[in-house]
């Protein structure tokens, strides 16, 4: 018997709460993280290289939006 859908929510982008597209809110959710602290590493990692503009486009494609 697995507990994992019980004590993690599920990846999908909420419908409230949102800045942009909700992928940071939604991935803070899942990760049991402050939506501020993950929309502020997102922020700052874009000063890095590397495609993570292309990875939030594809996440905001790939997860479901909230059903309630």
């Known amino acids: 018997?697995?507990?994992t859908?019980?004590?993690h929510?599920?990846?999908s982008r909420p419908r409230t709460g949102r800045m942009i597209a909700g992928v940071c809110a939604g991935l803070a959710r899942r990760?049991?993280?402050s939506p501020t602290l993950?929309?502020?590493l997102a922020v700052a990692s874009?000063?890095?290289p590397g495609p993570q503009v292309l990875v939030y486009v594809i996440l905001w494609i790939i997860m479901p939006?909230?059903?309630d």
């Open 65 to 67: 939006t909230d059903r």
């Open 46 to 48: 874009v000063l890095l």
């Open 31 to 33: 990760f049991g993280l």
């Open 5 to 7: 859908a019980a004590t």
């Open 1 to 3: 018997m697995s507990t």
């Open 9 to 11: 929510p599920s990846l």
């Open 38 to 40: 993950v929309r502020v």
